[in-house]
């Protein structure tokens, strides 16, 4: 039976005159600080706990829930409604993403090690061996690297990125990896090298710019994004962490109709919402795990911000002070909205 808990806090908002404060100082604001503006945000258990739930994708079609499980190998695909759960075992490898594919409700475009597959499933039923075809390989002139977030952007493109090798203490060697950009004729392009952990990426509704994090810098980098060509030049940081005193690594990040941005933050027990073009944080939401990995907007009305977790690495110890480790989580109430995802496109055109 699938559990549902529901958790209420306060959002708390950051008015454009006051000084900014971290999560831990939003918690407990002093007043010389921040305003709060009561807001009721509820923070709702949708699934039980996975090892390590990544990379979630709204499929506006079908309206449901893709995200993938690391480690486990698996594609997970959610009614929200029914709360009914199934997988998809990909034997290949670990998983870092699964988009859907435009007009083919059925198959999905994966990063499973450095492969890039075509999986063949039609998500009612668990499957142990879907149909997979390799379609390309990546990072072939280097050692260790796997496929980790991605998305599609407007013309159906697909962004994918890798990281480097993770040793068991979680630890990556820096500046192994690469985003790479991928169109319908499925060649692989490098569009940002060298990365090290290539991770959230997102662009706003003029789709004339493009956010992106490279996780250890702990900043969230823009571009001018040129939507015909794929193109991104003049790189500038809109937001950094550290300087903020924001304590995790940026992961996972979305966007609102507000053009403002939504940011994971493991390690940190929140997601943040900030405003690139000032560099401001506007808010702060405590999720009930450590490990917050990624997080997308969905629903009918895409005003539910759904946040994925992981219990990867932790110990029993640590489980049992956080029972609700790798569980997705619905966060209702923020009063924004978001925008359906894009698929990706094999014969290039938009989705």
């Not at 090690?113 to 997979?132: M, R, Y």
């Not at 507000?258 to 690139?276: K, S, T």
């Not at 209702?332 to 496109?345: D, H, Q």
Request: charged residues 20%; glycine residues 8%; hydrophobic residues 35%.
């Amino acid at each position: 039976m699938q559990s549902h808990s529901t958790v209420f806090i306060f959002g708390i908002i950051l008015l454009p005159f006051v000084a900014l404060a971290s999560p831990d100082e939003l918690s407990n604001p002093r007043d010389q600080e921040c305003v709060q503006i009561p807001k009721v945000v509820t923070v709702e258990q949708v699934t039980e706990p996975v090892q390590h739930a990544e990379g979630p994708h709204w499929n506006y079609q079908s309206q449901t829930l893709i995200f993938v499980d690391i480690h486990a190998q698996r594609i997970y695909h959610l009614n929200t409604v029914t709360g009914k759960l199934t997988f998809a075992y990909i034997a290949n490898g670990p998983v870092g993403f699964a988009i859907p594919v435009e007009s083919s409700p059925d198959q999905f475009i994966a990063g499973s090690g450095t492969d890039l597959v075509l999986v063949t499933w039609d998500s009612e039923t668990n499957s142990s061996n879907p149909q997979i075809e390799l379609l390309f390989t990546v990072d072939r002139d280097r050692n260790g690297t796997r496929f980790n977030d991605a998305k599609c952007d407007s013309h159906g493109r697909l962004w994918a990125g890798t990281m480097g090798l993770e040793s068991s203490a979680g630890d990556i060697v820096l500046h192994q990896a690469s985003l790479y950009r991928i169109t319908s004729d499925l060649v692989p392009e490098r569009v940002i090298v060298p990365v090290s952990l290539s991770n959230g990426l997102t662009w706003n509704h003029g789709n004339n710019k493009f956010y992106y994090i490279d996780t250890p810098t702990h900043q969230i980098a823009a571009y001018d994004f040129d939507a015909n060509t794929g193109n991104i030049s003049k790189k500038r940081i809109a937001f950094d962490l550290e300087k903020h005193n924001i304590g995790g690594h940026p992961d996972g990040m979305t966007i609102d109709t507000n053009d403002n941005l939504w940011i994971a933050v493991y390690g940190g027990r929140h997601i943040l919402n900030i405003d690139p073009v000032e560099g401001r944080l506007l808010r702060a939401i405590e999720i009930p795990a450590d490990k917050v990995t990624s997080l997308m907007f969905g629903s009918p009305s895409m005003d539910i911000l759904y946040v994925t977790t992981s219990r990867y690495g932790m110990t029993d110890a640590e489980i049992t002070t956080q029972p609700r480790a790798g569980c997705v989580f619905a966060v209702k109430g923020l009063g924004v909205k978001g925008y359906p995802a894009n698929t990706f496109t094999r014969n290039g055109t938009s989705s």
